[in-house]
């Protein structure tokens, strides 16, 4: 009985703010929400995976909305760098899963699924921290913008 109603709760935190502009929580709101429902999860490889894909979602959902402002805020240079900068991540990002699944010691188990899931969480995470740094600096928020770099 006990296990459903920590399932009911989990699944209740996981979606409270799954509307992309209701919640815009923080990449650390988003490490610390993910490193709960881990917790209260049944600890099982599914039930980790499970919490992982709800995190990477919410995580996926911050970049964009911070990669939407951020176009918003930056000059025709800016932008062009900024979308140079993001195709490069990406292929920079599966090309680094590609090797950390290479040379993952758990490679064919089903910890090397959570070790993924991980690791394109930790990924995303980053970007948006750096996203957020973009977005608090000065010249960004007063509308200052010229034509100096990032």
Do not use: H
């Not at 064919?108 to 750096?130: C, H, N, P, T, Y």
Request: proline letters at 1%; one cysteine or more.
């Amino acid at each position: 009985m006990m296990g459903r109603f920590y399932a009911g709760v989990l699944l209740l935190m996981m979606f409270a703010c799954s509307d992309s502009g209701f919640c815009q929580e923080t990449a650390a709101q988003i490490d610390s929400a993910l490193a709960r429902w881990i917790e209260l999860s049944d600890g099982s490889t599914a039930g980790v995976r499970f919490c992982f894909s709800t995190g990477i979602e919410k995580m996926d959902q911050r970049l964009n909305a911070l990669y939407r402002s951020l176009l918003e805020k930056l000059n025709e240079e800016q932008k062009a760098l900024l979308r140079d900068s993001q195709r490069k991540w990406l292929a920079f990002r599966e090309a680094e899963a590609k090797l950390a699944l290479a040379v993952d010691p758990n490679a064919g188990g089903s910890l090397a699924l959570i070790a993924a899931d991980s690791f394109q969480f930790e990924m995303l995470k980053k970007w948006v921290r750096d996203f957020e740094t973009y977005l608090s600096q000065e010249n960004l928020r007063s509308g200052k913008n010229g034509k100096a770099g990032l």
